[in-house]
């Protein structure tokens, strides 16, 4: 059985930083392409960040320079670092597995992230 557990997520003032984590079992995320997306309320699901099974690595532009995604292999975890937060930030956050032949998809349940002071 796969799961994608997210944690790492919470209030924070604007300019804060919160470290998301994603933890697979049942899968090797190294072999998936691997992101995170998040949706506000009243807004559709966005993509935020993506690191494919290459270790490509793509940002909305409006997260570019404040966010990073990274994985450790050895945990099987793929990590978001976001920095510089803003209220517009604010969001449940998931993660997502996609095998790039398959095209077998996972989401975790989500963790919310809450910028305000």
């Known amino acids: 059985q796969v799961q994608l557990v997210e944690s790492g997520g919470g209030l924070v003032q604007p300019g804060g930083s919160l470290r998301l984590s994603c933890a697979a079992s049942?899968?090797?995320?190294?072999?998936?392409?691997m992101a995170w997306y998040r949706q506000a309320p009243g807004k559709p699901r966005e993509s935020v960040a993506t690191l494919t099974a290459g270790s490509n690595i793509n940002y909305a532009d409006s997260v570019k320079g404040r966010f990073s995604v990274s994985r450790d292999s050895a945990k099987n975890t793929v990590f978001l670092q976001m920095n510089s937060l803003t209220p517009e930030d604010t969001a449940v956050y998931y993660c997502?597995?996609?095998?790039?032949?398959?095209?077998?998809?996972?989401w975790g349940q989500g963790t919310q992230v809450t910028v305000s002071s």
């Open positions: 997502n597995a996609r095998h790039p032949f398959t095209a077998a998809t996972y």
């Open positions: 049942g899968i090797i995320s190294d072999t998936y392409h």
